[in-house]
């Protein structure tokens, strides 16, 4: 996926229909700099905005993506090009989150066995040896909590009766029993409990 192609494309569909930057972020509810972001290939337009984007430059989300207008002939094999280069981006984003999700929860149980042991081994000040108790217990919670949200939100559970994917809710992962990322959680598809697994996109 080519952001300056892109980038280019938004620009001259946006001049085309005689719109500013300006102009077209108030129609997005976004800053101006969002699209001279977007038109500088820096970034892509979020999913949010897509569709009324495309509506607004009078072109289809597939040609947005392409950076170019496509051929009737050749929409449906871009279709498909693009769908797989999203589901790249998607498994890339995930394994990234899921990076930072393992540093948040390892890093946070490392200080809190730091501070537990700190607290049990130098520290004389009963008042003082409490409080490290209470910090490291609130850190840990605290780094535990962050690192659950990235793995609700990041990737899919797959039902092991059903196969189906979906993203459950934080109380669910919470409370579910887990191995790793694997969590005994019922599937609001079939209504079934089992060991759903979690993969990286759909």
Known sequence: MNQEKIGTFIARRR???????????SYLGITDRAVSKWERGKGLPDPVYMLELCRLLDISVNE????????????????????LIMAKQEVKQTKKMFFYENVIGIGSTIIFAILIFMSVYF???????????????????????????????EGYYECQKCHHKYIPSYRQVYFAM?????????CPHCQKRSWQKKIYSK
Do not use: C, P, W
Not at 15 to 25: I, N, R, V, Y
Not at 64 to 77: A, N, P, W
Not at 178 to 186: A, S
């Open 15 to 25: 001049k085309e229909k005689k719109l500013t930057q300006a102009k077209l972020a």
């Open 64 to 83: 947005l993506l392409t950076g170019e207008f496509i051929e009737e002939t050749k929409y449906q094999q871009k279709a498909e090009d693009n769908l």
């Open 178 to 186: 887990h191995i790793g990322r694997t969590r005994y959680m019922k």
């Open 123 to 153: 520290v004389e000040n009963g008042g003082i040896k409490i409080l490290l108790f209470i910090f490291a217990f609130l850190f840990l919670i605290t780094g535990v909590s962050i690192a659950l949200k990235i793995e609700t939100e």
